[in-house]
């Protein structure tokens, strides 16, 4: 009985891999992929320059899932932290979902525009387009059918399935926003954004009738960084994720450590988590030491994959560089925290 519910889950796990054509990639530290999250976050960071990289894996006891991402964004034209700026980014991610190799890869370039809404430079309102260009590819010798089964797995009999193609190249579009205020004195902050990805809909069916189109994204996400003392900072956050007939609704916080109350000492400890609501419940914690940025999740698994997974969803790391150009004078930019 234990076994068959393994192949079970193991069926279920498989047939995500198709459904997965009809949604994204996602990571559990949300905030550390910013370009993922909202292409108007391009070039809206501390510094002048900002390096992200990310990796996750999870179902490793059953058919694995494995997604990296890197990008680089920049702000631009910023004379003082009242006047408006720009933001330019380019992200890059690789996803392999499950036994069928599902393979997704894409590049996207990001343009943003900040307008600042106040004097003081405290409260801003940022526009963002993403546009991109993906692959994907799937490796079927890795897959079975009903039909090859003749009381025993026979290879050489025939799938039925009407395959085109295992290799598919699309184009991608995607828009956002981002409002953001800091109190001056930069003990409380909150923010709120939202973004649409998949704009046209691109075909990424490997079938002859290729009808089957990446559905809409819709992104509604936020959330905010008050000081409780000198040291000590709550960050609470959430997102919403809507693609077609699946939703995903993360919310949780932080709390943050300051090891020094000294402003040039940056060196910080972050402890908390999110719960994904009816999926799984995410620990994380994270460092800031000098330029650095690096955290850690663990996805704890509460869905219907409970008895397969014992509980174990995957671990999540992510690193984050944001640097100032040598040869220019550093503009203090108000942005959202963990960002």
Not at 41 to 68: C, D, E, H, M, S
Not at 206 to 220: G, P, S
Not at 250 to 277: A, C, E
Not at 286 to 315: E, K, M, Q, W
Request: glycine residues 10%.
């Amino acid at each position: 009985m234990r076994r068959m519910k393994k192949y079970t889950i193991l069926l279920a796990i498989l047939a995500s891999s198709f459904a997965a054509i009809g949604q994204d990639i996602h990571f559990s530290q949300f905030n550390s992929s910013p370009l993922l999250l909202n292409p108007a976050l391009a070039g809206v960071n501390a510094g002048n320059y900002r390096f992200v990289a990310n990796y996750k894996t999870q179902w490793t006891g059953l058919a694995p899932y494995n997604t990296i991402s890197a990008s680089y964004d920049m702000n631009m034209f910023k004379h003082s932290k009242k006047a408006n700026f720009g933001g330019l980014g380019i992200f890059f991610f690789n996803d392999k979902a499950g036994d069928s190799e599902l393979r997704t890869t894409q590049v996207n370039l990001n343009l943003s525009y900040t307008v600042v809404l106040t004097r003081s430079g405290s409260q801003s309102l940022t526009s963002g387009i993403m546009g991109g260009v993906g692959h994907r590819s799937i490796n079927y010798a890795n897959l079975t059918f009903d039909s090859q089964f003749n009381g025993v797995f026979d290879p050489q009999l025939s799938t039925n399935e009407n395959f085109a193609t295992d290799k598919v190249l699309f184009g991608d579009l995607g828009a956002g926003f981002l409002w953001n205020y800091v109190r001056k004195d930069g003990k409380l902050n909150f923010y709120a954004g939202g973004s649409v990805a998949h704009l046209n809909m691109p075909n990424l069916s490997f079938l002859d009738a290729r009808d089957e189109k990446l559905y809409i994204k819709y992104t509604v996400h936020g959330g905010g960084y008050i000081g409780v003392s000198k040291q000590i900072f709550i960050l609470p956050s959430f997102m919403y994720l809507n693609q077609g007939p699946h939703n995903q609704f993360n919310f949780g916080g932080l709390v943050k450590i300051r090891k020094s109350i000294i402003p040039s000492d940056n060196t910080s400890f972050y402890i908390g988590g999110w719960y994904r609501l009816k999926d799984a419940l995410i620990l994380n914690a994270r460092v800031d030491v000098g330029h650095f940025n690096i955290g850690f999740s663990y996805d704890i698994n509460l869905s219907g994959l409970t008895p397969a997974s014992n509980a174990n969803g995957g671990p999540e790391l992510s690193l984050i560089y944001t640097g100032i150009f040598p040869s220019k004078k550093h503009q203090t930019i108000y942005c959202p925290p963990m960002l």
